[in-house]
């Protein structure tokens, strides 16, 4: 079955930095776009990057532009998201999710099971 399973949360000082992992199983991994989205305590969802199956990418929120990357690998199954210059604001649990179709549609049908981020001194 369809299965996304994050890693790579954890406690990092404000400026520092975390790479997020994404790995995939379950359906056929470059037939879809995938993307990364974040909830904060008392906020809604947002959506933060997305990249197609060939490596376009997308940015769904301004806050993190310059900061955060996002990059596949197609023959591992794997989506990373390397988060960079980390702010409090930034803190939130991180999820990774599959877009229906191959380009960032916004069609996203599954979503892991997150992993939390905190940015603290």
């Known amino acids: 079955q369809v299965q996304l399973v994050e890693s790579g949360g954890g406690l990092v000082q404000p400026g520092g930095s975390l790479r997020l992992s994404c790995a995939a199983s379950?359906?056929?991994?470059?037939?879809?776009?995938m993307g990364w989205f974040r909830q904060a305590p008392g906020k809604e969802r947002e959506g933060v990057l997305c990249?197609?199956?060939?490596?376009?990418?997308?940015d769904y929120a301004d806050s993190v532009k310059g900061r955060f990357t996002i990059s596949r690998d197609n023959a591992k199954n794997m989506v990373y998201l390397q988060m960079n210059s980390l702010k409090p604001e930034d803190t939130a649990v991180y999820y990774c999710?599959?877009?229906?179709?191959?380009?960032?549609?916004?069609?996203?049908?599954?979503w892991g099971q997150g992993t939390q981020v905190t940015v603290s001194s």
């Open positions: 999710a599959i877009d229906r179709v191959s380009d960032c549609s916004g069609g996203y049908y599954y």
């Open positions: 379950g359906f056929t991994f470059d037939d879809h776009a």
């Open positions: 990249i197609s199956s060939r490596d376009g990418s997308t």
